[in-house]
């Protein structure tokens, strides 16, 4: 796969209680994806990225929500997370971890 592809992935870390819950648990992170990036594609980025051998990947669409402003509707941007679970004698090292 392309390597710049691959970079493009991953856009963040997601950074939350339950995220922090399930990392020391399960040895699961959440990464904010791009929304278009398929399962394989997310577990070569994250191999690649940070050269570890991945277990599994789940993904999830976060849905918009409707927000208000000084009277004027609005809505929030949807956004695509991806739940990478990590071989058991793997680990990354994150800041937020």
């Known amino acids: ?7 493009q992935i991953i856009l963040s870390p997601h950074i939350s209680e ?3 819950v399930i990392m020391e648990k399960n040895n699961q992170y959440v990464f904010h994806v791009l929304d278009t990036a398929t399962k394989p594609e997310i577990k070569d980025a994250i191999e690649f990225l940070f050269n570890t051998k ?9 849905r918009s ?5 000084r ?4 809505t ?4 695509k997370k991806a739940y990478v679970t990590l071989q058991a004698d793997q680990k990354l090292e994150m800041v937020g971890g």
């Open 1 to 7: 796969m392309n390597q710049e592809r691959l970079l």
């Open 18 to 20: 339950k995220g922090t």
């Open 54 to 62: 991945v277990k599994s990947v789940r993904t999830m669409n976060v």
């Open 65 to 69: 929500k409707r927000k208000m402003f």
């Open 71 to 74: 009277g004027i509707k609005g």
């Open 76 to 79: 929030k941007k949807s956004w």
